[in-house]
């Protein structure tokens, strides 16, 4: 895919807007390797290179192993997530797919076990950021040439 449009110097107030919800998910309080993995596994659903690129990268980085990340598609079969993560993952899919879960009773109560009224509501929201990152992303054909590009300008 190529590049349809640069959004970033067209609405550069919209973008510093989701930046400021991204800012304020590396500050919220919520593991960032947790997040991450959510970043990562709803990008993968959407099909956003980009996002799926930069959140690897991340993980990679922070240590995440190989074979986490290899499985992380397949979490439901793979015995190495955590309770926790289980239930972000699950969590974070439903919300994806909400047009077809509608959310459904067994995911919200495996997460309200897991975390916080506000670790919660912090999850849904980076949930619903990455989703949107992801739609921003994919709509206008950024992939990852186009980061590792913005990256080396500075």
């Not at 980009?50 to 990268?57: G, S, T």
């Not at 990679?60 to 993560?85: G, N, T």
């Not at 929201?125 to 913005?150: S, T």
Request: aromatic fraction near 10%.
């Amino acid at each position: 895919m190529s590049l349809r449009l640069a959004y970033w110097t067209v609405a550069p107030d919209a973008v510093a807007a989701m930046r400021g919800v991204s800012k304020y998910m590396l500050e919220c309080g919520l593991d960032r390797n947790l997040v991450d993995l959510v970043y990562l596994r709803i990008s993968q659903i959407n099909g956003c290179a980009y996002c799926c690129d930069l959140h690897a990268n991340d993980l990679r980085k922070a240590c995440e192993s190989e074979q986490r990340l290899d499985c992380l598609a397949a979490w439901r079969e793979a015995s190495f997530f955590s309770a926790r993560e289980r239930a972000a993952l699950a969590w974070a899919e439903s919300l994806t797919h909400v047009s077809v879960t509608h959310a459904p009773d067994d995911a919200y109560q495996a997460a309200r076990a897991e975390f916080s009224d506000k670790e919660l509501v912090d999850l849904t929201f980076a949930v619903a950021l990455m989703n949107a990152w992801n739609r921003i992303a994919v709509g206008f054909g950024q992939g990852p040439a186009e980061r590792k590009a913005k990256a080396a300008a500075g």
